[in-house]
């Protein structure tokens, strides 16, 4: 079972809005990482956010973490045609051991 | 760098077949690991390595089989190729840290594999 369940499935808007997905997990991490995956390609890193911070920020993303309510948010600010991708959140969990497990993703497409 | 690099990038496999899917990266990361993704998907744990000599099972072992003999590279090897096989496969590397911390993965282009 997947232990990042992102949330929308799938988003669609208009080039300059912003975009926002949510992760949410069920147990205790290390810390929680978002990717972004354009079609066709491999993953790309996009921010780390450990387990004792609240708010990251990388250019035009925001990324936060509630420990309390298990769940993080992936904000895009005035997007791009090219965030058009599938992002994924990806979770250390402290009783894994040496592994991340991924979320199903969000796929944002958007439009000029 | 050349990063994380993957071949073949797509392969047809008849079922019963075998094949290795290799990856290399040259940034001296002691931990690769090797995901598969479904269409629709998020990406599966299938083995991992901690460093040379090292490896354990993720969440889809079944079918698969790796080694890893130097730091550089970790092949998988498919023993007996089933449809249920068909995918997208992902190779990672990345830093690695006190046990349980994981550190930004970086990934190979993938490899698209399909079993008829």
């Known amino acids: 079972s997947q232990q990042g369940e992102e949330d929308p499935q799938a988003l669609s808007i208009q080039e300059g809005e912003n975009a926002t997905m949510n992760c949410s997990y069920k147990?205790?991490?290390?810390?929680l990482q978002w990717y972004r995956q354009n079609s066709g390609r491999g993953l790309v890193h996009l921010i780390l956010?450990?387990?004792?911070?609240r708010e990251k920020h990388s250019g035009r993303l925001r990324v936060t973490l509630d420990t309390s309510k298990k769940s993080s948010s992936l904000l895009i600010t005035a997007s791009r045609a090219a965030d058009t991708a599938s992002y994924f959140c990806?979770?250390?969990?402290?009783?894994?051991?040496?592994?991340?497990?991924f979320g199903g993703g969000t796929r944002v497409l958007v439009k000029p | 760098n050349a990063g994380v690099t993957q071949t073949p990038k797509f392969q047809v496999l008849k079922t019963g077949q075998s094949m290795t899917l290799q990856c290399a990266q040259d940034m001296n990361h002691e931990y690769m690991s090797w995901y598969r993704q479904d269409p629709g998907m998020g990406l599966r744990l299938i083995h991992y390595s901690v460093g040379a000599g090292i490896t354990d099972q993720g969440e889809v072992p079944n079918g698969y089989n790796v080694s890893r003999s130097t730091t550089e590279d970790f092949p998988l090897r498919l023993l007996s190729a089933a449809p249920s096989q068909t995918s997208v496969y992902f190779c990672a590397s990345s830093y690695s840290r006190e046990a349980g911390a994981q550190e930004t993965q970086y990934f190979g282009p993938g490899t698209r594999l399909l079993v008829l």
């Open positions: 956010i450990r387990s004792n911070e």
């Open positions: 990806a979770t250390d969990e402290e009783a894994a051991g040496n592994k991340l497990t």
């Open positions: 147990t205790s991490i290390n810390n």
